[in-house]
Structures are given as structure tokens and as C-alpha cells.
């Protein structure tokens, strides 16, 4: 096996064939030179502003999930109707994924990237003038479709331009960002909403999202293996049947639907049942709880390096096992064995992400913008979808309800990993599959 994926994989943004095996060549030397490897300035660089990406992506969209019993009681909803604050902005984001890494084929995809970040920041801003629900629902549909435009191109730009040795520490850093970004956006939306309104915190939040994306701008490297291809319906279908005929692929795309879902619900309604009796947390105390996304930056940095070294096909079952863990312990009627549970379950979440994203990025042979859309439409899909569906299971039985179904999905997530330790590793893939 080659050592260097770059000697192996097509062009980057190289556009599909009809035959599938022509879009397989050689990196030529004008395509960029060697890619960027751990411990370089310009992997540094590059780390940081996927981490600030990250960052702002996760706090914008899900920085309101701790207000939603404040929706509840101020506008009358249920809680699988206040879920659609983040419900709404999650669904229009994954619709968006497979468009947006179209464009991003087009014309580029650092240019891309900036443009999501910017024009998300200034519809979070906005979200503060909301004057009623309905308003509020609108702009976070709108925040989602432009935001789409980092995630569906994220994964595929560190693919191109990173060196595969070192793909698993640079996911792990992205992802980690996530981890932040949703731990700060949360308890800071959580305790400026507590302390004086939820609109103030949309306005400060907003913010925030700006100055990410202003560090995102000035460190991210232009890119060097990028090659435009044109807009073609033909090799959009050609990309489609590609992934899906892969023996892994759907597999992997399923447990990202499922295991975001999972995780999405646990953050959706918890909070419902610690701001009630036994627990009776303020919004401001339920917002702390998210403090425990420090466990996932963990999990997802560290989870990345151990799958580097021993491969994803052996790390993948165990994370998963760890969020069945956490699950089981969150029906508990203590605080701090709920609190346990979370945590175990973040880890576990934050760790089956990191390894099954940067396998998605290394199984795909070309077309690679569009298998990261494809993992991340039915990643963030199953946020929207089980994260309100589950919300039918809470007015069901509330949280044990709740526990039991997403006990079921992570089950099946399970069985999908075990197969998923048959999977035959791509010849053209060097290291640990």
C-alpha cells in the first residue's frame, strides 16, 4: 500500500466520469505539492481556523436548545414544538449540505466557507428583533440554509489539504471547536436570557459569531488542492451512485444520523426534566450542565489520535457502548449520577463523530465534497428529525420514555459498528482503515 494518499486519490474536486474508475488519478505537481502535515505552521493555522469554524457553527445553531422550556412557558408550546428552535435551523442545514457542496466544487472552497460564517452571524443578530415565534422559526430556517456552506465543505477541505496521517488530529480539532462552540453558545445564551432577555443574548451571540468568523477568514490557508469542476446534474448522479454502492458508506451515514439524533434529544429534553421537581434548575444552572461539551472536545480530540493508531473499525463499537452507558445512567432521580450520565454519553457521542467523519473523508476515492454533504445531511438530519420526534416520546412517558427510545436507536447504531469491523479496507487506503 502507498504511504501517501496523495500518490493514490484523484484531484481533489476532480469532476466524476461516467465510469467511475476514469475519475481515480495521479496528484499532479500542479495540483499543490505535499499536503499539510502535523506540527507545521501551516497546520496550525489551518487548525485554528476550523476550530473557530467550528465554533461559531455549533454556538449559532444550537445555542438556544437551553431556552427552549423559556419558549415554552412565553409563547404556550410544547416541547416538541419549542424544539423547532433548533429543529428548524438543523433540517434547513441538512437540505442545504449536498447544494451548498455543489457550489463549493464550483467555486471553491474557502470562499464558501467565509460567506457562510458572515452571513450566519448577521441572521443570529437578527433573531433578537424577532417579534413573535413564527419570526423567530424564519430566521433560524434562514440561518441554517447559509450555514450549510461550512460543514458540507469543511470535512472536504481538510481531505484535500491535509496529509492523511495527520486527517484524524485535524478532525478531532474541528470537531473539538464544535464541542466549544455549543458549550459557550449554551451557557452564555443560557445565562444573559436568565440575567436579562433571550433577545439580548441573540444580539450577543451574534456577535460572537462574527468575530469567529473574522478569525476564520485570516488564518485559513487558500486552498492548494482544490480544482473547480463544473456544475453537472451527470456527475452529481455519478457521485450518488459511487457512495451508495460502497459497501461502507451508507452504514456510516446511517450512524451519523442516528447518533447525532440521539445526542441532539438528550440536550432537547433533559433540560426539561431538571428544570422540574426533584431538580428545579434555573436556566441559568441548566445551561452549566452543557459544560459537560468540555467531556466531547476531550473525547473527540483523543478518540481521534487512538483511531489514527489503531483503526476506526476498532474504535467505533466501543464510543457507541459508551453512549448506551451514559443513556442508561441519565434515568437515574440523582443529580450527580444524571450529571455522570451526560458526560459518558458526550464522550461517547463526540468520539463515534470524530471517527466515523474522518473515515467517511478517507473511504471516499473522489467526489469526496459530496460524501462529506452526504455524512452531514443525515447528520444533521437526524438532529432535526429524532430531536423532535422524540419529543412525541417525552409527552408519551417524559424523560424515561424519551431514555427508552433513544436506548433502541443507539442499539441498532451498535449493530451497525459490528458490521461495520468486517468492512473490507479500500486498496488505495494506507494505514489504519
Not at 468568523?213 to 488542492?225: G, N, T, V
Request: glycine share 10%; aromatic share 12%; hydrophobic share 55%.
Amino acid at each position: 500500500m502507498p504511504s501517501d494518499l496523495s500518490s493514490a486519490l484523484p484531484p481533489p474536486g476532480l469532476p466524476l466520469q461516467s465510469d467511475p474508475a476514469e475519475a481515480v488519478m495521479p496528484v499532479s505537481p500542479a495540483s499543490g505539492g505535499a499536503r499539510i502535515a502535523h506540527g507545521t505552521p501551516a497546520f496550525w493555522s489551518t487548525a485554528r481556523a476550523m476550530f473557530f469554524g467550528g465554533f461559531s457553527t455549533f454556538a449559532m445553531l444550537y445555542g438556544l436548545q437551553p431556552l427552549m422550556p423559556m419558549f415554552s412557558d412565553e409563547f404556550a408550546l410544547s416541547p416538541a414544538a419549542a424544539s423547532g428552535v433548533v429543529s428548524a435551523a438543523t433540517g434547513a442545514l441538512a437540505l442545504m449540505l449536498i447544494p451548498a457542496s455543489l457550489i463549493a466544487d464550483r467555486v471553491g472552497r474557502r470562499p464558501l466557507m467565509n460567506a457562510a460564517l458572515f452571513a450566519a452571524a448577521l441572521l443570529t443578530f437578527a433573531c433578537g428583533f424577532a417579534e413573535n415565534f413564527t419570526q423567530l422559526l424564519v430566521l433560524r430556517v434562514l440561518l441554517g440554509v447559509v450555514l450549510a456552506g461550512l460543514p458540507a465543505v469543511a470535512m472536504a477541505y481538510l481531505a484535500e489539504e491535509i496529509d492523511p496521517h495527520s486527517l484524524g488530529r485535524s478532525m478531532g480539532l474541528y470537531i473539538a471547536g464544535n464541542g466549544l462552540g455549543g458549550l459557550c453558545g449554551r451557557l452564555m445564551v443560557a445565562a444573559l436570557a436568565d440575567w436579562t432577555s433571550w433577545r439580548t443574548a441573540m444580539l450577543v451571540l451574534g456577535a460572537v459569531g462574527l468575530l469567529a468568523a473574522l478569525e476564520f477568514w485570516r488564518s485559513l490557508p487558500a486552498s492548494r488542492h482544490f480544482q473547480p469542476s463544473r456544475l453537472s446534474l451527470s456527475g452529481f448522479l455519478s457521485g450518488l451512485r459511487l457512495h451508495f454502492a460502497d459497501a461502507g458508506m451508507p452504514w456510516m451515514f446511517a450512524i451519523g444520523f442516528m447518533m447525532m439524533g440521539c445526542f441532539v434529544s438528550l440536550y432537547n429534553y433533559l433540560g426539561y426534566r431538571l428544570a422540574a421537581p426533584p431538580f428545579d434548575l434555573r436556566p441559568s444552572l441548566l445551561g452549566a450542565v452543557f459544560s459537560l461539551y468540555l467531556v466531547g472536545m476531550v473525547g473527540s480530540t483523543v478518540v481521534g489520535r487512538v483511531a489514527d493508531r489503531f483503526g476506526r473499525r476498532h474504535v467505533l463499537w466501543i464510543m457507541i457502548c459508551m453512549m448506551a452507558a451514559g443513556l442508561a445512567l441519565t434515568v437515574a432521580s440523582s443529580l450527580i449520577v444524571v450529571m455522570l450520565g451526560i458526560a459518558v454519553a458526550t464522550f461517547g457521542f463526540f468520539g463515534a463523530h470524530a471517527v466515523v467523519s474522518s473515515w467517511v473523508g478517507r473511504r471516499a476515492q473522489s467526489a469526496r465534497a459530496l460524501a462529506s454533504a452526504f455524512y452531514l445531511f443525515f447528520f444533521y438530519m437526524g438532529s432535526s428529525v429524532l430531536g423532535s420526534g422524540s419529543g412525541l416520546m417525552w409527552e408519551f412517558g417524559q424523560w424515561h420514555a424519551v431514555a427508552i427510545f433513544l436506548g433502541f436507536v443507539v442499539a441498532v447504531s451498535f449493530a451497525i459498528a459490528l458490521r461495520l469491523r468486517g468492512l473490507k479496507p479500500l486498496a488505495v487506503n494506507a494505514g489504519k482503515p
